[in-house]
């Protein structure tokens, strides 16, 4: 079976943050919001980084550079690259 990939739309990725990030109730339950995975969602999404490297990141890899931040020298754990990325402040 081949399953073919596509990018999220833009209201597909606010619909998925909103939803980890206030929780929902329906008929078959309650899924309590989880504003820790929230966050690691936006900046895996807005980095592009894999999921482990996202989890690896912490508060004193941002640096901040006038009005911005951003990682520097952060290497990537899967392909060891060294990669340097401008975060907004907002995603900070």
């Known amino acids: 079976m081949n399953k073919k990939c596509r990018p999220l739309e833009k209201e597909e990725y606010e619909k998925i943050i909103e939803t980890i990030t206030f929780g929902f109730e329906d008929?078959?339950?309650?899924?309590?919001?989880?504003?820790?995975?929230?966050?690691?969602?936006v900046v895996q999404a807005n980095t592009g980084l894999r999921i482990g490297d996202t989890l690896s990141i912490r508060l004193c890899d941002f640096v901040k550079d006038g009005n911005r931040y951003h990682f520097n020298n952060f290497r990537e754990q899967k392909t060891k690259k060294v990669r340097t990325f401008t975060i907004s402040p907002e995603i900070y």
Request: a positive charge.
């Open 27 to 41: 008929e078959k339950g309650k899924c309590y919001p989880n504003k820790q995975i929230a966050s690691v969602f």
